[in-house]
């Protein structure tokens, strides 16, 4: 069976019977415990309510989980390159390291090179890899109002000021300035394929992207400029709105998003967003179709701009626009991911249909 028609209903019969048939080619993500694990894994099973499916080995890390050690699920693809298989066992000896590229030099390899053989193996860099869980394990404790030495700790930084900085470069903010009295409350939001930042008042939501997108900083310091008020820890109800649809989204029981939203652009950037929540689900449209749309057919330079500053993700559905040629084209979550969102959003229409 193709893994892109597979269930999460077929996956779990395949965990439960630790079917060979899927080893390396899919695995579950356990939320109990924060582990992924190949189907084949000989650990007690979790329920299914626990148990979050993944076609790649860098979905896994990117929604925050971390490698089993009694099934090793990274064990295949270290396997395939030695390069990858030294730096894994030395990271994994000193996982409390704030890696860098001078560590890397130091085990005698070219950074370069590692990059390319992570990004091959892993679909990120091993400095992506090595932070991935560190930061999130961070966010965590600070959005359940924990203290910022906690943070660090559990962050796995070597000092206080080392989290500080990750954490500013993610937020545009350290942490220790949130009072608990800011007007815009960020927090993380679970899904399969990685967790996302909601920023909201209690009216609207404001921003929502996923958890290593580059511009995401950037992002969250103009939006903080544009509204004048500062960014803390929290949710409002906004937040908890988008994260109920998100988990139907995600479940497959529809696309609808209803969640109040604030809008932060140009009128025209405007026009294109609407027009993409007028793309109906399961369908794609090219950066021309969506220029014809909103009646400026020799505007797509500017409609691929107005989509690549959307800042709400999955609620604002750039991800539907592909080139003309059908091909994807690139997306600031990951094009991983935007095959992932189209393949589910068919899935969502076919069913649809079917009702």
Known sequence: MDL???????????LIARDPGYDGRAFVGVTTTGVFCRLTCPARKPLRENCRFFRTV????????????????????????????????AWGADRARRWTEADVTTLGFDAST?????????????????????????????????RVIDAQVEAAFASPSGFRDAFARLLGVAPGRFTGRELLKADCIDTPIGPMIAVADPRALHLLEFVGRKALPTELRRLQHGVRGELGIGRCAPTEQVADELRRYFAGEGARFEVPVAYHGSVFARRVWDALRDIPVG???????????????????AVARANGENSLALVIPCHRVIGADGALTGYGGGLWRKRWLIDLERRIAAMEKTT
């Open 114 to 146: 590692v990059r390319r053989a992570f990004r091959r193996q892993f679909g990120m860099t091993f400095l992506e890899f090595a932070r991935a869980s560190r930061v999130r394990d961070g966010f965590e404790t600070l959005a359940r109002g924990g």
């Open 4 to 14: 892109l028609d597979a269930s999460d209903a077929t996956l779990y019969d395949a």
């Open 58 to 89: 860098a979905e896994c890390v990117a929604a925050g989980f971390r490698p089993c050690l009694r099934c090793h699920p990274l064990a295949t693809a270290t396997a395939a390159d030695p390069v990858v298989a030294a730096v894994m066992a």
């Open 283 to 301: 369908r794609t449209r090219s950066y021309a179709e969506v220029a014809a749309a909103i009646g400026a057919p020799s505007a797509m330079r």
